[in-house]
């Protein structure tokens, strides 16, 4: 029997208990969109930045007992992220949250709002490169 990684929720994604992830550009501005929200939430913008990490690998935080994970996607604010790029940082991210020992991640739609990533193609990154963690389930929270 297949096992459902992905469980699609109606609902308020901050309103969720698990760890988190969204996409960012690397010079983390994080001033437009859901982003302005996990800015304000969980702030350390000098800690992400201090990770120093590249287009395709994520930072992260860790705050009240949960990873908040950053998938960073293009290079400055104003860009638009690839799907190539989109790929390398699911890659790292399912790394990370093997390393972590996760077992339930929260997201939106990755790079579907502002980035305009078609969430079907997203939908299906996601699924291909699944195999790292098993009984893993990511519930993409959306309104």
């Not at 638009?80 to 390398?88: G, I, V």
């Not at 996601?126 to 195999?131: L, N, T």
């Amino acid at each position: 029997m297949e096992q459902k990684l992905i469980n699609e929720i109606k609902g308020d994604l901050f309103e969720s208990s698990d760890c988190l992830a969204h996409c960012v550009s690397r010079d983390f501005s994080m001033s437009a969109g859901i982003a302005v929200m996990f800015s304000k939430l969980f702030g350390n913008k000098d800690i992400l930045l201090n990770q120093n990490v590249n287009v395709g690998e994520v930072a992260w935080l860790y705050n009240e007992n949960r990873y908040i994970y950053y998938l960073v996607t293009k290079e400055n604010y104003w860009n638009k992220p690839t799907y190539d790029a989109f790929r390398k940082s699911i890659r790292n991210l399912f790394i990370l949250c093997n390393n972590h020992n996760i077992k339930s991640l929260s997201i939106p739609k990755l790079g579907c709002g502002l980035d305009r990533l078609e969430w079907t193609k997203v939908k299906q990154i996601i699924i291909e490169e699944w195999p790292i963690i098993k009984d893993f389930r990511i519930n993409v929270y959306f309104i």
